[in-house]
C-alpha cells in the first residue's frame, strides 16, 4: 500500500506523533513492548515537515512510555474481570487491542469521524473490535457500550482531557459518573508546568487547555482516585543519565512532580 495523504488538523493531527513514537519503540534495543502494527501504519503515514521537526528523542521516550504504562493498567484489568470490556475515547490510531487486547469481551475505539474513517483504511472491525465514529462530547456514545455490570468497563482517556477546556471535562464526567457508575477510567492530567508549551500546540492548532494542580482537582470532579502515577518518575532507565538525572531532582518539587499524572479513577 502507497502512502496516506490526510488532510488532519487540530488535534486528530496529533495522533501522527504518537504513532511514530511506537514505531520507533520497536527499533530500540529494548522495546518495551512489540508493535509491528505501528511501524507498518507509520511507514503509511510520515509526519509532515512541521510535525517532524517537533520530534525528538523525548517525545519517543514520554509518548511510548505512556501507552506502556496505559498497556499495564490495561492488562491488570483484563485479567481481574470476568467479562471485560475496554474503551479508549480520543484513540485516535492506537494499536492497543491488537498488543493485549485479545482476551477482552469488547474493545471500542472511539474518535471523530475523520480519525475513523482513516481507521477503517487500516485496520478491521469485528463484533469484538468496534469502531465509534464521533466526538467524546456527543453523549449519544454511551448508548454503544455493550450491557455489561459497570465495574467490567475500563474507560481510557490516553493524551486526550488536555485539549478540552474544563467545563467540558466536568460534564464529560458527570455523564459518564450517570451512565457507568463503578466503572474504571484511567487519564492522563498536565500540571500547569504544561502551559509553558500551549504556544507551541497552538501553532500545531491544538492548544492544550485543560490544566491541574494535583490529582485532587480530579477528585473535586467527582472521581475517586485510586491511583496516582507520576510520569516522570515512571521507568526511569528509559532516560539517558542526565535526563534522569534531572527528573530525579526536579520531581522533588511538587511543580515539577505533577507536571504530568496517570490517574487511575472509579466513577
Given at each position: 500500500m502507497s502512502q496516506i495523504t490526510t488532510k488532519l488538523t487540530g488535534v486528530p493531527r496529533t495522533m501522527l506523533f504518537t504513532l511514530k513514537t511506537r514505531a520507533d519503540e520497536q527499533a530500540r534495543p529494548c522495546p518495551l513492548f512489540q508493535d509491528p502494527l505501528a511501524v507498518e501504519w507509520q511507514k503509511l503515514l510520515p509526519l509532515d515537515e512541521e510535525m517532524e521537526a517537533l520530534y525528538n528523542q523525548l517525545t519517543q521516550i514520554s509518548w511510548s512510555t505512556r501507552a506502556y504504562h496505559h498497556d499495564q493498567i490495561t492488562s491488570r484489568h483484563i485479567a481481574n474481570h470476568p467479562h471485560p470490556v475496554v474503551v479508549e475515547l480520543g484513540a485516535g490510531l492506537s494499536t492497543r487491542f491488537h498488543r493485549i487486547g485479545q482476551n477482552v469481551e469488547y474493545w471500542l475505539e472511539l474518535d471523530l469521524p475523520e480519525v475513523t474513517?482513516?481507521?477503517?483504511?487500516?485496520?478491521?472491525?469485528?463484533?469484538?473490535?468496534?469502531?465509534?465514529?464521533?466526538?467524546?462530547?456527543?453523549?449519544?456514545?454511551?448508548?454503544?457500550?455493550?450491557?455489561?455490570?459497570?465495574?467490567?468497563?475500563?474507560?481510557?482517556?490516553?493524551?486526550?482531557?488536555?485539549?478540552?477546556?474544563?467545563?467540558?471535562?466536568?460534564?464529560?464526567?458527570?455523564?459518564?459518573?450517570?451512565?457507568?457508575?463503578?466503572?474504571?477510567?484511567?487519564?492522563?492530567?498536565?500540571?500547569n508546568f504544561w502551559k509553558l508549551y500551549k504556544k507551541i500546540m497552538t501553532k500545531l492548532g491544538a492548544p492544550f487547555q485543560w490544566f491541574v494542580k494535583n490529582e485532587e482537582d480530579v477528585a473535586a470532579m467527582g472521581l475517586q482516585v485510586v491511583n496516582t502515577d507520576y510520569f516522570y518518575q515512571l521507568y526511569p532507565e528509559r532516560w539517558p543519565l542526565p535526563w534522569r538525572l534531572l527528573w530525579q531532582f526536579l520531581t522533588q518539587f511538587p511543580y515539577f512532580r505533577n507536571a504530568y499524572l496517570i490517574v487511575e479513577t472509579r466513577l
Open positions: 474513517n482513516l481507521r477503517r483504511q487500516l485496520d478491521t472491525e469485528t463484533p469484538q473490535h468496534q469502531f465509534i465514529s464521533t466526538s467524546v462530547m456527543d453523549f449519544d456514545w454511551m448508548n454503544t457500550i455493550p450491557d455489561v455490570a459497570p465495574e467490567n468497563i475500563l474507560f481510557i482517556a490516553e493524551g486526550l482531557l488536555m485539549y478540552l477546556e474544563e467545563n467540558q471535562v466536568t460534564q464529560l464526567v458527570a455523564q459518564m459518573h450517570s451512565r457507568f457508575p463503578g466503572a474504571t477510567c484511567v487519564i492522563d492530567v498536565m500540571g
